[in-house]
């Protein structure tokens, strides 16, 4: 695997690839790699010649009482994973490369649609962050498809949509939640949970899938199940961002003859803010 700290390093090896045909499958990240992120690697070698993966703790996507000074950083050992999961090449940029002009004048992108609820409820900018960064990546990785985890369902909805309305010429993929033993979902953050609270932090997949199990049987109630979901975690000791039952394409609150529907959550621990969510389909 080859490291660049540059665009232009990278941009002049991706060039002869695509010159000689090769297809790039990317995987952009954060960094602080765990088994879900090396899934999207393995994934994207399968469908691409060329696999490029980035890490980057993005300033511009935390609010300014987030974590950004304290988000894993773990460079050495998520080389070496990158190394043995097949990917060819890292874009390891640092702030300069990326906003050589600096964060407070650097041209945004704005995706108006789906950006304002659930986690960009709570956490204002997050997702203008997060389109603009990416929007960035494309132009300098040029991929032919980008992989994102549904584990972040927003956030893959949000790109799939500003991709569309952009006309990116990049194919978006998906890629399956990747679960601990006990269901937690995989994420950079978990280590920010105390040992006392870790066992019973499930609660939040469990009661997702509460609900998804009395919608399935027939009980339509959504307001009524949201509210019972928040007792449940506020019973297990954790405090409920939100939890809500959405329209899997709009992420509007899903209306009662909605077919696809998608359930997703939010809630805080002591240190940590936790995601998951799960998707069904009535027929
Ligand atoms: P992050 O570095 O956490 O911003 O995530 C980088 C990419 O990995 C995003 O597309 C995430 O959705 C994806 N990802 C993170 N955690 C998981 C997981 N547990 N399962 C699958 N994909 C994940």
Redesign the pocket.
Same mark, same amino acid.
């Given at each position: 695997m080859q490291v660049f700290h540059t665009a232009s390093g990278l941009r002049e090896v991706l060039d002869k690839a695509r010159r000689k045909g090769l297809s790039i499958g990317f995987?952009?990240?954060?960094?602080?790699? $765990?088994d /879900? $992120?090396l899934? !999207?690697i393995v994934q994207a070698a399968k469908s691409n010649d060329i696999v490029v993966c980035s890490i980057f703790v993005n300033a511009l996507q935390f609010g300014l009482n987030e974590d950004w000074d304290k988000y894993p950083r773990t460079y050495e050992s998520d080389c070496a994973k990158l190394r043995q999961s097949g990917c060819h090449y890292l874009f390891h940029p640092n702030d300069t490369e990326m906003y050589p002009n600096g964060l407070d004048t650097q041209s945004r992108v704005i995706c108006p649609t789906m950006t304002d609820v659930l986690c960009g409820a709570s956490r204002p900018g997050h997702f203008e962050g997060v389109t603009t960064v990416v929007s960035k990546l494309f132009n300098i990785v040029q991929p032919d498809e980008a992989?994102? /985890?549904?584990?972040?369902y927003q956030? !893959?909805a949000v790109i799939r949509r500003m991709a569309e309305d952009l006309c990116m010429p990049v194919k978006i993929t998906s890629?399956?939640? $990747?679960?601990e033993p006990d269901g937690l979902?995989?994420?950079?953050r978990n280590s920010y949970i105390s040992d006392e609270e870790r066992p019973k932090v499930t609660v939040l997949k469990e009661t997702l899938e509460w609900i998804a199990q009395q919608i399935v049987a027939g009980n339509l109630e959504f307001s009524k199940l949201q509210k019972d979901a928040a007792k449940r975690i506020k019973s297990a000791g954790f405090k409920t961002d939100y939890i809500t039952i959405s329209n899997s394409k709009t992420l509007q609150p899903a209306a009662i003859d909605d077919r696809q529907i998608t359930i997703l959550g939010a809630m805080y621990t002591e240190s940590a803010r936790l995601i998951d969510n799960i998707s069904i389909a009535l027929d």
């Open positions: 995987v952009p990240t954060m960094g602080n790699l $765990h /879900g $992120h899934a !999207l992989i994102f /985890g549904i584990k972040d956030q !893959l890629a399956p939640i $990747h679960r979902a995989m994420s950079s």
